[in-house]
């Protein structure tokens, strides 16, 4: 935030300038502070209109991936699907080697029965872990799950995720701003809530969207996630 960095710029000329006497440091610092809280007013007031629009946008949005993955469930013959698990689990348990449960996956998978498909990514990841206790049995479970997400998701449930994902973006951005402001302004102390157990103008502009990140082990990307809270 460039207005944020020319206030602390302003602050630290104003304070180390050998030419200003004592009074003239305390009036430029106050004439500085007043401008800040200017600013301040200012920027509470698009931001609080920018989360707001953020948290109608992800409402609308969980909705419509509700919707759509009601739509694409009722595709598909829950008691087919149920006979068809246990018949997998048993093909799994019979094999003599991983190998050859590959080589079943491999069929399935093209068989071009979307039923078959489903089944053998989401039953057949555990059966295998528990069968063959290695790290090829567990990286091939992790795929399944991959090949699964394919399975099920329809386009439309895609495009609504891809939105989604877009949204987790903007809100992460908007977190950003949000704290770095109330990191200038609070620091921390955070303002109101140390004093009177409460919450500043930015936190209560914040409320009601949950954004969190964290580092995934494996990748070691940050994962970051968006989500409406009461």
Not at 172 to 188: I, K, S
Not at 210 to 227: C, F, G, H, K, S
Request: charged content about 25%; glycine content about 6%; hydrophobic content about 35%.
């Amino acid at each position: 935030m460039d207005k944020l960095i020319e206030f602390k710029t302003r602050k630290i000329q104003i304070e180390t300038n050998t030419d200003l006497s004592l009074e003239g440091k305390k009036k430029a610092l106050a004439t500085l502070q007043q401008q800040a809280t200017q600013y301040k007013a200012a920027a509470v007031q698009e931001l609080s209109i920018s989360w707001g629009a953020l948290r109608q946008r992800m409402a609308r949005n969980i909705e419509a991936v509700q919707a759509a993955e009601s739509k694409a469930a009722q595709q598909w013959d829950y008691s087919r699907l149920n006979y068809m698990t246990q018949a997998v689990k048993s093909q799994v348990a019979s094999t003599a080697n991983f190998s050859e449960v590959q080589k079943l996956y491999g069929q399935a998978m093209q068989s071009g029965d979307s039923h078959a498909r489903r089944v053998w990514c989401e039953v057949v990841g555990e059966a295998v872990k528990a069968k063959y206790k290695d790290g090829e049995a567990a990286a091939f479970a992790k795929q399944l799950q991959a090949d699964l997400n394919k399975v099920i998701t329809t386009p439309e449930i895609e495009t609504l995720k891809s939105e989604g994902t877009e949204i987790t973006k903007q809100a992460a951005e908007l977190h950003t701003q949000t704290q770095q402001l109330n990191n200038y302004f609070y620091g921390d102390s955070m303002g109101p809530r140390a004093i009177f157990g409460g919450k500043n103008e930015f936190e209560n502009i914040m409320q009601g969207v949950q954004v969190t990140q964290r580092v995934d082990p494996e990748t070691l990307t940050t994962i970051t996630t968006a989500q409406l809270v009461d």
